[in-house]
């Protein structure tokens, strides 16, 4: 997959055209839910996946972190990925935060996604160029002894949507989608179109055109 090619081409694009294209084609449940938002609001990810699963203890453990869960995260990263965290929702402890986000952008990576709660936030905005992260909520409780990071590279469900190794996620200011990697090309190519029309379909618009005339004509509503 041309990685360059795909980023540059989505890049033009916006999240909403894109998850309407996945709608059109039967994958009715790619966008992640709506409670994920990111850290910055003019910052868009795109990358194939690196799914990460979690598990939570029913009570605070004390004792040693699990490294090598930990580390095999970041072993599996690579230039212009993004990490992928199921959290179930849970926000009860941080699945991601600053040292996290250097380790990863330090191998690659572009930015995370996590369904859960993230930590360290004001540090994770110093990092520069900026690391993109979506979560569900802040907080400053430790993973360490609450969840440990499980099984790296496996189908999850996030967000509530399934993600596999390599498939593409895309996120921009409204929210995140993820596209299956099989169908990547298909989709951007009729996005492509979409937003050209929607382009025409504003223009007309901001032009006096009537409502229902431009439907009519650029079939985007």
Do not use: H
Request: net charge negative; charged share 25%.
């Amino acid at each position: 997959m041309d990685l360059v090619q795909l980023r540059s081409r989505l890049g033009q694009l916006y999240v909403p055209a894109v998850a309407d294209i996945l709608d059109d084609m039967g994958y009715t449940e790619q966008v992640l839910k709506g409670n994920l938002r990111p850290l910055y609001s003019d910052v868009k990810i795109c990358g194939p996946a690196v799914t990460v699963s979690t598990y939570w203890y029913s009570s605070y453990r004390r004792g040693e972190r699990n490294i090598e869960s930990l580390a095999a995260i970041f072993d599996a990263c690579y230039n212009g990925c993004v990490v992928v965290v199921a959290c179930g929702g849970n926000r009860e402890a941080a699945c991601w935060g600053e040292l996290m986000s250097n380790a990863a952008r330090s191998r690659g990576a572009v930015g995370a996604v996590v369904d859960g709660a993230i930590r360290d936030v004001p540090k994770i905005l110093e990092i520069d160029p900026p690391f993109q992260v979506y979560s569900a909520g802040f907080t400053p409780a430790d993973s360490k002894g609450r969840v440990e990071f499980s099984e790296t590279e496996v189908e999850i469900v996030c967000g509530g949507v399934r993600v596999r190794p390599g498939d593409i996620v895309y996120g921009d200011y409204d929210g995140v989608v993820v596209i299956p990697k099989q169908v990547v090309w298909e989709v951007l190519e009729e996005a492509e179109k979409k937003v050209e029309k929607e382009t025409e379909f504003r223009k007309s618009i901001r032009q006096g055109m009537n409502f229902r005339e431009a439907v009519q004509k650029y079939k985007v509503v």
